[in-house]
Nanobody
Framework: QVQFVESGGGLVQPGGSLRLSCAASSSISSIYRMGWYRQAPGKQRELVAD???????NYADSVKGRFTISRDNAKRTVYLQMNSLKPEDTAVYYC????????WGQGTQVTVSS
């Protein structure tokens, strides 16, 4: 079963940028739709963005125009470019297929604060 390892999170000021990476343990070329999810303290995990092996993408309304999801099947990696970050973006970010399947990784913490 494919495993995912998220990285790239950290502390950033409002308006700043981060690029998250999701490294897969095996090929993701056969996974139709990969997604990024996030979970803030006391809240449910939510889908932030997803992308097919082609160019089809979907974004949550809260991140449209600010976040960009991309994937490199050859590198077995999914990325999330996060710009114009807001305090409400603070959460642990995870990657998985959409719909999610199997185990979740540890996630990577993103904290947006001045």
């Amino acid at each position: 079963q494919v495993q995912f390892v998220e990285s790239g999170g950290g502390l950033v000021q409002p308006g700043g940028s981060l690029r998250l990476s999701c490294a897969a343990s095996s090929s993701i070329s056969s996974i139709y739709r990969m997604g990024w999810y996030r979970q803030a303290p006391g809240k449910q995990r939510e889908l932030v963005a997803d992308r097919t092996s082609g160019s089809s993408t979907n974004y949550a309304d809260s991140v449209k125009g600010r976040f960009t999801i991309s994937r490199d099947n050859a590198k077995r990696t999914v990325y999330l470019q996060m710009n114009s970050l807001k305090p409400e973006d603070t959460a642990v970010y995870y990657c998985n297929r959409n719909p999610p399947w199997g185990n979740w990784g540890q996630g990577t913490q993103v904290t947006v604060s001045s």
